[in-house]
Protein backbone atom coordinates (compact mmCIF):
# COMPACT_ATOMS: atom_id res chain seq x y z
CA UNK A 1 0.00 0.00 0.00
CA UNK A 2 1.42 3.15 -0.85
CA UNK A 3 0.16 6.78 1.16
CA UNK A 4 1.48 10.03 -0.15
CA UNK A 5 2.52 12.39 3.01
CA UNK A 6 4.14 15.57 2.45
CA UNK A 7 7.02 15.92 5.18
CA UNK A 8 9.84 18.89 5.19
CA UNK A 9 13.69 17.13 5.25
CA UNK A 10 16.07 18.30 7.65
CA UNK A 11 19.72 17.50 7.29
CA UNK A 12 21.11 15.48 9.92
CA UNK A 13 24.93 15.43 11.18
CA UNK A 14 25.43 11.64 11.57
CA UNK A 15 25.25 11.39 7.80
CA UNK A 16 23.48 7.64 7.98
CA UNK A 17 19.91 9.45 9.29
CA UNK A 18 17.40 11.54 8.17
CA UNK A 19 14.56 13.80 10.36
CA UNK A 20 11.81 14.96 8.34
CA UNK A 21 8.69 16.96 9.66
CA UNK A 22 5.42 15.74 8.89
CA UNK A 23 1.80 16.20 10.06
CA UNK A 24 1.51 12.45 11.22
CA UNK A 25 3.96 10.10 13.99
CA UNK A 26 6.10 8.06 12.82
CA UNK A 27 5.78 4.21 14.52
CA UNK A 28 9.02 3.42 15.89
CA UNK A 29 11.09 0.42 13.68
CA UNK A 30 8.44 0.88 10.60
CA UNK A 31 10.28 0.61 7.61
CA UNK A 32 8.98 2.97 4.95
CA UNK A 33 10.33 4.09 1.31
CA UNK A 34 10.94 8.07 1.31
CA UNK A 35 10.49 9.27 -2.18
CA UNK A 36 12.28 12.57 -2.86
CA UNK A 37 10.78 14.19 -6.09
CA UNK A 38 13.10 16.64 -7.94
CA UNK A 39 13.90 18.11 -11.78
CA UNK A 40 14.96 14.81 -13.07
CA UNK A 41 12.49 12.47 -11.20
CA UNK A 42 11.83 10.54 -8.09
CA UNK A 43 14.43 8.73 -5.99
CA UNK A 44 13.12 6.43 -3.68
CA UNK A 45 14.86 5.75 -0.66
CA UNK A 46 14.47 2.57 1.91
CA UNK A 47 14.44 3.97 5.76
CA UNK A 48 13.37 2.89 9.29
CA UNK A 49 11.89 5.43 11.85
CA UNK A 50 14.10 5.53 14.82
CA UNK A 51 12.52 8.29 16.94
CA UNK A 52 9.41 9.99 16.46
CA UNK A 53 8.39 13.13 19.04
CA UNK A 54 5.54 16.07 18.59
CA UNK A 55 7.02 19.50 17.21
CA UNK A 56 5.53 23.05 17.60
CA UNK A 57 5.78 24.92 14.01
CA UNK A 58 3.75 28.13 13.64
CA UNK A 59 1.89 27.03 16.54
CA UNK A 60 0.92 23.73 14.82
CA UNK A 61 1.44 20.25 16.31
CA UNK A 62 4.19 18.60 13.91
CA UNK A 63 6.23 15.31 14.37
CA UNK A 64 9.50 15.42 14.11
CA UNK A 65 10.68 11.86 12.66
CA UNK A 66 13.79 10.19 12.79
CA UNK A 67 14.61 7.46 9.73
CA UNK A 68 17.72 5.92 9.29
CA UNK A 69 19.02 4.91 5.68
CA UNK A 70 18.61 1.03 5.36
CA UNK A 71 21.51 -1.34 3.55
CA UNK A 72 20.72 -0.61 0.05
CA UNK A 73 18.47 2.00 0.82
CA UNK A 74 18.16 3.38 -2.91
CA UNK A 75 15.19 0.90 -4.81
Do not use: F, N, Y
Not at 3 to 9: E, G, L, Q, S, T
Not at 19 to 32: A, F, I
Amino acid sequence: MRIWRDVAIHADTSGDALTVVSDVPGVVDQELTLGLLGPEGQLDLRVRVLESHPHIVDGVVRHRVKLALLDGALS
